[in-house]
């Protein structure tokens, strides 16, 4: 029986009882490296280490994908390694993932956060997730397109590690605009969650997987 493994934790976390669903943590270099992996097995990744522990390489992947194993990404590290794995044959999915593809250059820090390290959950904000939230305040017009250009250029400039609910607040403030808004948009929802979720639906295993 094929098992469909999901690596998340970060944009998401899910859990599910179904016997062919394998949730694991976020994904670092070595976990594909694994046996337990067998032909028509599917794996989705959706959240993985950046600097904490080494990352997933594409060496990983191709010897999978090699075997028959099924590899698909979305919304952090699996978006970015959809996009440099898409000769391999790795899928992605969503938002962040069709964005990425479109850029020349691509750091792996617009998606990277700091997190707690117990149950990785993030502690500052991704860059994408920022800039998809002011795009947001500018479509409703809660904001003109100079405090929305100025704050796209403030947040770029911070490191991933300072990107927290005090740097945005300021971010605000500073612009005149609310300074609770900005945040109160992220911790409604961010890009990363709906485009994992977007991911989970693609493969047909939303009815077995419970967003918590």
């Not at 899928?91 to 390290?117: C, M, N, S, T």
């Not at 945005?168 to 990363?192: F, H, I, P, S, Y």
Request: proline share 2%; net charge positive; glycine share 6%.
């Amino acid at each position: 029986m094929s098992k469909t493994h999901i690596y998340s934790g970060t944009s998401i976390q899910i859990a599910s009882s179904s016997d062919d669903i394998v949730v694991h943590p976020p994904i670092a270099r070595g976990c594909l490296r694994e046996s337990r992996f067998k032909c028509n097995d599917r794996i989705l990744i959706i959240d993985g280490f950046f600097h904490q522990k080494e990352a997933v390489d594409l060496t990983e992947i191709r010897r999978l994908i090699g075997i028959g194993v099924s590899i698909a990404g979305a919304s952090s590290m699996g978006a970015l390694r959809a996009v440099e794995a898409q000769s391999l044959g790795m899928k992605g999915f969503g938002h962040i993932y069709r964005w990425i593809r479109r850029q020349i250059i691509v750091d792996d820090e617009i998606v990277a956060q700091l997190v707690d390290p117990r149950n990785f959950q993030p502690i500052t904000f991704a860059l994408v997730d920022v800039i998809y939230a002011l795009r947001t305040l500018k479509y409703r017009k809660l904001i003109d397109f100079r405090q929305y250009s100025e704050l796209v250029s403030v947040v770029s400039e911070r490191h991933y590690t300072e990107r927290d609910l005090d740097m945005l607040r300021t971010a605000m403030r500073k612009v005149g605009a609310d300074q609770e808004m900005l945040g109160d948009n992220l911790k409604a929802g961010t890009r990363k969650k709906s485009d994992a979720m977007i991911a989970i639906k693609k493969l047909g295993i939303d009815s077995m997987v419970e967003v918590l």
